[in-house]
């Protein structure tokens, strides 16, 4: 449940009470009206009519430049909801306006992003050359991988290039950097290549696409449910930092086979992990506002559906000729 307050001219209250009838607000109440002619409206709206709410608000109000529409969180509302209208919210999707917000804060190439890439780089190399599982699991914790990954997916949805490019900026800069940590520290650190924990990130199998798949998955119903995005993040993590840096540890070792094998799983990983975030986005329909963005969104998602799918389908061909070449 939000409460929606929405500042606009006079003139356009009748249209926000119709909008807060058609979409059945549990409250509209008229506000105080200003000297300057602007009036203040208040609307309590159920999760699952937000969106549909914000839309309509900003197709009727958009052409004046000094409206303002705030959400904020209702804690406490009484009397309670009924059961279904419990049910109704709990399957509620995020609004697509917070969706946005908070990916594309996870999707800054800042230095708070970077000092956690170093941090999480050097604990998982430590973890998987000693094959320390809980110093991988902590490694995962705080790799900030799942906030680009995620807005590349959001960005596609929307048709929102900007935050495409912002996305792919960071994540590239953040797996290059995991990748360049890691040749250095198998430079000058002593590594057991027999480490189980390594090993483990060098064996790649029709599992491994499993894998990458749930945790894409995961991640993106994270966002739109409100899951645990601690957990998901782990998930995310688990696809991608520790391949890239055994990939890393691989090549400062020597080990080009290895290092190859590792490098075949990120890149599956990659593929997997952004393929079925797109496709919960587009059955969960986050699309854009308008008709000509949903146009063009729709394209950009069918377009880039295709691509991983075609990448995902030659990279999974290798992986079975392989595993048939050498059984």
Do not use: H
């Amino acid at each position: 449940m939000k409460y929606v307050e929405v500042v606009t001219d006079a003139g356009s209250s009748d249209t926000i009470v119709a909008i807060a009838e058609k979409a059945e607000a549990l409250d509209c109440r008229r506000g105080v009206l200003c000297e300057d002619g602007m009036q203040l409206m208040r609307l309590l709206v159920a999760d699952d009519k937000l969106q549909k709410v914000l839309d309509a608000l900003q197709n009727a109000l958009g052409a004046q430049s000094s409206f303002r529409i705030v959400v904020l969180p209702v804690d406490i509302a009484l009397p309670k909801p009924s059961e279904d209208e419990r049910k109704e919210e709990d399957s509620a999707i995020a609004a697509r306006e917070a969706l946005y917000d908070e990916v594309e804060k996870n999707a800054r190439l800042d230095l708070n992003f970077i000092v956690l890439v170093i941090l999480s780089t050097a604990v998982a190399a430590i973890g998987l050359i000693e094959s320390n599982v809980a110093v991988v699991i902590g490694a995962m914790v705080i790799a900030p991988l799942l906030g680009p990954n995620l807005a590349f997916g959001l960005g596609t949805a929307l048709g929102d290039i900007a935050l495409m490019r912002e996305s792919v900026v960071t994540a590239t800069v953040g797996i290059l950097l995991a990748i360049v940590l890691s040749v250095g520290i198998g430079v000058v650190w002593p590594i057991d290549i027999a480490s189980p924990e390594l090993i483990a990130r060098t064996l790649v199998g029709l599992d491994s696409i499993a894998l990458a798949l749930a945790s894409g998955a995961a991640a993106a119903l994270s966002m739109t449910t409100g899951l645990s995005s601690v957990l998901v993040g782990v998930m995310v993590a688990v696809a991608l930092l520790p391949p890239a840096v055994t990939l890393g540890l691989m090549l400062g070792y020597g080990d080009t086979s290895l290092a190859f094998n590792a490098g075949l799983l990120l890149a599956i990983n990659l593929v997997c992990v952004n393929l079925s975030s797109k496709l919960v986005f587009l059955v969960k329909g986050i699309r854009p506002r308008t008709w000509l963005e949903k146009k063009k969104a729709s394209r950009a998602m069918i377009i880039y559906v295709l691509m991983w799918l075609a990448t995902l389908v030659i990279l999974g061909f290798f992986i079975y000729s392989r595993q048939t070449l050498t059984g």
